[in-house]
């Protein structure tokens, strides 16, 4: 296991902690869910030992704001020998004699990416949760009850961060389908995710800076807000984040429609889920 681990926002974690295992979306973590992250999300695994550190990655799947904390990291670490071990169709590994030799190394195979944009049938995947309607059902169940009108705001607010890590926001819909309004919501969103923040306003989400996938939520809050139905939905999408690119976004999904004096809300529920795999040939490993 690593001494530390670096997500795809950039964050640095020590290993195994609980924190770093949120990131990946795991209640419980260990040696096997970081080299899944590492394979397959592109976090980067470091060591520092008495006379050598060392970096695992993958080239082809790592973002730009992992690999800015990743190059502050082994400057930090002066002229200490860096073994560099890295995926590419198997795993790979060089040994540098300095951490400016092995940024130089990192640099070219960065390089060697191939950055084939994917095609935008495939960037926002979904399919409806194989879990179990028994587990929805009383999650319509529960979630309704916290969001009983009689309760107070703070009331509500506790109970469904408690039930959802904060992972949820609370809209108005009006009648013609138009305006989304953002009434409440958790705190439990990444900083930069774009709707973090509690005030009231129009859930517009142009800050998202990717037109498709803005479109590919507000269609979903319509169909749930049309139908009447509650949605699961399991959710595996490429979103072009501002300042970040690119990046895999994997979570899981629930949008449960409610009526509350002769208007309609909608509760948005979400929880990153980093075994959620709706594209299995992105990320095959051979040898």
Not at 82 to 87: G, I, K, R
């Amino acid at each position: 296991m690593a001494n530390w681990i670096i997500d795809d926002f950039g964050g640095l974690h020590v290993s195994g902690s609980p924190e770093a295992t949120l990131t990946i979306g795991y209640t419980e973590g260990g040696k096997a869910a970081e080299n899944y992250a590492i394979e397959n999300i592109g976090y980067v695994g470091l060591s520092a030992g008495e006379k050598s550190v060392s970096v695992r990655c993958r080239p082809a799947l790592m973002s730009d704001k992992a690999i800015s904390t990743l190059w502050y990291w082994l400057l930090d670490r002066s002229e200490s020998p860096v073994v560099v071990a890295w995926l590419d169709d198997v795993w790979r590994v060089e040994h540098t004699m300095s951490c400016r030799l092995a940024t130089l190394f990192l640099g070219y195979l960065l390089e060697k990416r191939i950055t084939k944009p994917t095609p935008p049938h495939e960037r926002l995947l979904s399919r409806l949760s194989k879990v179990g309607h028994g587990r929805w059902s009383r999650t319509v169940r529960e979630t309704t009850s916290a969001l009983d009108v009689s309760c107070e705001a703070d009331t509500r607010r506790r109970a469904l961060d408690h039930m959802y890590q904060g992972r949820w926001t609370l809209l108005e819909v009006q009648s013609d389908m138009s305006r989304f309004t953002t009434i409440d919501q958790g705190g439990g969103y990444p900083p930069l995710h774009p709707v973090a923040g509690r005030e009231p306003r129009d859930f517009n989400i142009h800050d998202f800076g990717d037109h498709l996938y803005k479109e590919w939520i507000l269609n979903n809050f319509v169909s749930v807000a049309t139908s009447g139905r509650p949605k699961f939905e399991d959710v595996d999408a490429v979103v072009s984040w501002p300042r970040i690119g690119d990046m895999r976004t994997r979570y899981w999904r629930a949008v449960i429609p409610f009526q509350s004096f002769g208007s309609c809300r909608l509760l948005s529920l979400s929880g990153c889920d980093s075994s959620i795999d709706l594209r299995p040939n992105l990320v095959q490993v051979s040898g």
